[in-house]
């Protein structure tokens, strides 16, 4: 791969997002590709958009995966991809009404409720995708795992009434976010790029300190995401640390306490404030 094929200063990066740059390589592109192949692919794809790739693609190579990637026994994984997002999505962008028939604990099926889908989201513990939706005959905020889904269909909706209640469900989700700064430690300053890669899943802002050569990452946490984003933390290990967020402090100062007891380091806490 020639040297400069890839630029990760996040600076360039940033200026060429603002300005709706997208820079790949020509792995990335032959990777692509050869994903485009897969079964999966009329399904997670339009057939238009499919076309389109493929079309875009055509001057590259396929990557010879065959003499490189050897998969071993592993436990089964749940399939990322599922059949109603493509649907779903387009009620979502459509700010169209649906009428949902829904399967809930204890194998009992609510039928036929009508509510507006405002977002697909999806774990990363669980691995499962899930719907966010408004259910207007309550007035509630919904969760709803699309595998519990048997039957979508839509709806109709006042384009006002729509926007209306997207608005209120806007608000209430702002309400309930807060922001977590992370500072990466200075020394680790040129794997920036990986640091940024495992809070990729979260809405952020990046700030740099010219004097004392510094980046500050500022996190948007939804609610529910905080051991989530602890556990990417933990990864980068002495990469950063939590500069504000009180909760997140208590439990990394929580964990490595209970770690150095473990060891028999001192009385943990102790050793973390000297």
Known sequence: MNLFEKIFNHQILSRLEDSGTFMVTSHERAWLKTMLEHPAAAEAFTEETLSKLRGILEPDEVMDISHHLVEKAKSREKQVYHPLLRTLRRHITDKSAIRLTYEIKGGRVNTDHTGLPYKLEYSMVKREWYLLWYRLRHQAMMCTRL?????????????????????????????????????????????????LYAFSSFEKAVQYDPEGDTYRVTICLPEGESEYLLSKIRFLGKRVRVAQGDYLKRRMLEASTKALERYGVGSGAEELSS
């Open 147 to 195: 595998k519990n889904i048997r039957t979508v269909t839509a709806e109709p909706i006042k384009a006002s009434t729509a926007d209306s209640i997207l608005e209120k469900v806007n608000q209430l989700h702002d309400s309930r976010k807060r922001e977590v700064v992370v500072e990466v430690v200075r020394e680790y300053n040129r794997e920036l790029s990986r640091i």
